[in-house]
T-cell receptor, first 117, second 115 residues
């Protein structure tokens, strides 16, 4: 079974600062996907960024980037130039492609990120 | 193109009643996932359905819970004889194909409160 661990229940930074959210996972699979989702108070789950395990290059989406360390099973999210609208719960998630013996995403417990003005 | 629609947004039930949660996937999507989120927790997978088929229900409790995705109409998650422990946010996500299914689009969830 796959597990996803987010060791930071809550983080708080000043606006415009850079913040890194940590995520580790455990799996015996070689091919999989990793995700970061944002859940603001509206409760909507919003995909922030996605990484395929077979790609060595770290994914980047505007101010959001990841540091994917496959050997260490680590998948951290870096938010640059943080904005007040980044305040939300952030969930790290893992998925095995169909045929790998499991369906659906496995989520961590989340990190509550607070951006202070 | 409307997103994944879930209704109701909030549902209050007394212990022993039935709860029906609805999910209309995005247009053209034929795959639906249901997840449950308990307070202070991440989402937990419950069930994966295609039209008229349950593909994987390994995350769903064996008693009182059922799900369907008929040929026409929304997917329904049904909870019979609800108990206080069923209080949670229930999310639906849809996907357009089976190739990888890594592109999931989530609804805004239904918050179920059991009194």
């Amino acid at each position: 079974a796959q597990t996803v661990t987010q060791s930071q229940p809550e983080m708080s930074v000043q606006e415009a600062e850079t913040v890194t959210l940590s995520c580790t996972y455990d799996t015996s699979e070689n091919n999989y996907y990793l995700f970061w989702y944002k859940q603001p108070p509206s409760r909507q789950m919003i995909l922030v960024i996605r990484q395929e395990a077979y790609k060595q290059q770290n994914a980047t989406e505007n101010r959001f980037s990841v540091n994917f360390q496959k050997a260490a099973k680590s998948f951290s999210l870096k938010i640059s130039d943080s904005q007040l609208g980044d305040t939300a719960m952030y969930f790290c998630a893992f998925m095995i492609p169909p045929g790998g013996g499991a369906d659906g995403l496995t989520f961590g417990k989340g990190t509550h990120l607070i951006i202070q003005p | 193109n409307a997103g994944v629609m879930q209704n109701p947004r909030h549902l209050v039930r007394r212990r022993g009643q039935e709860a029906r949660l609805r999910c209309s996937p995005m247009k053209g999507h034929s795959h639906v996932y249901w997840y449950r989120q308990l307070p202070e927790e991440g989402l937990k997978f419950m069930v994966y359905l295609q039209k008229e088929n349950i593909i994987d229900e390994s995350g769903m409790p064996k008693e009182r819970f059922s799900a369907e995705f008929p040929k026409e109409g929304p997917s329904i998650l049904r909870i019979q004889q609800v108990v206080r422990g069923d209080s949670a946010a229930y999310f639906c996500a849809s996907s357009p194909w089976t190739g990888t299914n890594e592109k999931l689009f989530f609804g805004s969830g239904t918050q179920l409160s059991v009194l």
